[in-house]
Structures are given as C-alpha cells and as structure tokens.
C-alpha cells in the first residue's frame, strides 16, 4: 500500500468488524496509511457505523464525555520543529544513556593522554569499535525505555525507527571518537570500520534474538577476545592495527551484516519475547 492507493473494501471492513485472519503486517499497513489518509478514514467510519454499531455507540459515548474535558484543556505550546524532529529519531530514556556512552569515551581519553610511553595500549582504539554497539543496545531496550512496548506497537515501528535510532547513536558518538582518535594521534582508519561493522552485526543479529540481547552478545566477545588478550599481553590486538586485518575485512562485515538486516527487515516489528 503506497501513498497513492487507498484501503480495499474488504480490508476496511474486515478491520472494521475486527476481523481475526487479518494478517499483521496488512494491519499494519493499513493503520499507517489511515494516519495520512482522510478518505480512507470516511470510509472505516461508514464502516464501523453501518457493520459495527456497538462499537459506534461506544465512540460516541466516550468522545460525548471527552468532548467537554478537552474544550476547557489548556493546550500545549507547539514544539519547535527541529525538537519535533529530533523527537521522531530519539527518546528521552536515550539521554542519559548516550551522556554515559560519552563519559566512558572521556574517560578513556584522559587514560589515554596520561598513558606512560608511545607502547601504550589506547583505550580510545579499544572501545571505540564497541561504544556505538552500546549505545544502540540502551537505545532500543525494554528495561530502559518506559514507552518501549507503545512505541514497538505503532504502525511505524520496526526496521526503519530501529536505523533512526542507530543513526542518532552514531551521530553523537561518532564525532567524540573523531576528536578522541585525533588527540590521540589515531586515525579514523583503525577504528571507524570496526565501529561501524560491530553496529551492523548487531542489528543483523538483532534480527533473531533482539537488539538487546545482540549487543550484549557482541559486548561479551569482544570483551573475550579482543579486550582481555590485548590488556594481558599489554601490546595493540591485531585486529585493530594498521598493519592487521586489512580495511577490507571489516569492511566485508559490515556489508553481509547489512545485507542479513534487509533481507530479514520484516524480523524486526516482532517484538523480542515473541522471537
């Protein structure tokens, strides 16, 4: 259903009568195109009054009680469009979550800066590929976002609010890395594929056993295999170096993770304990 066709009659009037064999994602299709379609709103109200005339006298009664309650209401001041944007591509629960996504960035630049010797392992060049991986993980959590299962449960839910997410993650980690890496003399070449690869395998597996559970996955062998060797035996991990893995491996996972998250984009309206 795009934004030139409308609703078929049988698809309104078996969402009308609240048909059970009505398929999810034609649910779902049809609750977006109503948003933006008037018609197709005339014609499901006909419907519910001419097939469902209990349901019809049970929107009058509530909108008949509702009526007056909104009419005294003091109406909220309009938000500035660029807030109502940023809105449609974050959530208040990923503020502070995103600020300690931040700290730990900070945090591991001032260890950085004050490493002894040009030996040193970088923490900056250790949790850089991982960070972004985090913060994804906090941005997409039932147990962090009060308003998660209203918000899965919209009719926009699913692949594309989980890369508005992503992108918003990585627009505000990516930069502080950027000036991480350049005060620590890294170049985004070490870093940036890894962290942008980690992410996309994150929500390739998100895919299957949700994003939570993906990163957390993730986090945990990364920690295993690359941050506990590399701080044990006190030298770069070859993985991160300019002279290992070649930009080409990290960049071949991004792109299957990228292809596994289009070719399983349907995976991601279903919520995680229904996987």
């Given at each position: 259903m795009t934004g030139t066709e409308h609703a078929s009659a049988r698809l309104v009037d078996a969402y009308a009568h609240g048909a059970a064999d009505l398929a999810t994602d034609e649910v779902w299709a049809l609750e977006a195109h109503l948003e933006a379609c008037r018609g197709c709103r005339d014609r499901l109200a006909a419907a519910v009054a001419a097939g469902a005339p209990a349901v019809a006298a049970l929107t009058e009664t509530v909108w008949a009680d509702l009526a007056p309650r909104l009419a005294g209401a003091t109406p909220a001041p309009p938000r500035r469009r660029l807030v109502a944007r940023l809105a449609t591509w974050t959530t208040p629960a990923m503020t502070p979550w995103l600020a300690m996504v931040l700290a730990v960035t900070l945090l591991a630049l001032l260890l950085d800066l004050a490493g002894?010797?040009?030996?040193?392992?970088?923490?900056?060049?250790?949790?850089?590929?991982?960070?972004?991986?985090?913060?994804?993980?906090?941005?997409?959590?039932?147990?962090?976002?009060?308003?998660?299962?209203?918000?899965?449960?919209?009719?926009?839910?699913?692949?594309?609010?989980?890369?508005?997410?992503?992108?918003?993650?990585?627009?505000?980690?990516?930069?502080?890395?950027?000036?991480?890496?350049?005060?620590?003399?890294?170049?985004?070449?070490?870093?940036?594929?890894?962290?942008?690869?980690?992410?996309?395998?994150?929500?390739?597996?998100?895919?299957?056993?949700?994003?939570?559970?993906?990163?957390?996955?993730?986090?945990?062998?990364?920690?295993?295999?690359?941050?506990?060797?590399?701080?044990?035996?006190?030298?770069?991990?070859?993985?991160?170096?300019?002279?290992?893995?070649?930009?080409?491996?990290?960049?071949?996972?991004?792109?299957?993770?990228?292809?596994?998250?289009?070719?399983?984009?349907?995976?991601?309206?279903?919520?995680?304990?229904?996987?």
């Open positions: 002894p010797g040009p030996d040193r392992i970088s923490l900056v060049l250790l949790l850089a590929p991982v960070l972004p991986v985090a913060g994804v993980a906090l941005s997409w959590s039932p147990a962090l976002d009060p308003a998660y299962e209203l918000t899965a449960a919209t009719p926009r839910a699913g692949l594309p609010l989980v890369l508005r997410r992503t992108v918003a993650v990585l627009a505000a980690v990516i930069p502080a890395l950027l000036a991480a890496g350049w005060a620590t003399g890294l170049t985004a070449a070490q870093w940036l594929l890894p962290s942008l690869a980690c992410t996309s395998a994150t929500l390739a597996l998100g895919g299957l056993v949700g994003i939570t559970r993906a990163a957390v996955a993730l986090l945990a062998v990364w920690a295993a295999a690359v941050a506990a060797p590399t701080l044990a035996a006190g030298r770069t991990p070859p993985v991160l170096r300019a002279d290992g893995l070649p930009p080409w491996g990290w960049g071949l996972l991004l792109a299957l993770g990228a292809v596994v998250v289009l070719a399983r984009r349907g995976a991601y309206t279903v919520q995680g304990e229904d996987r």
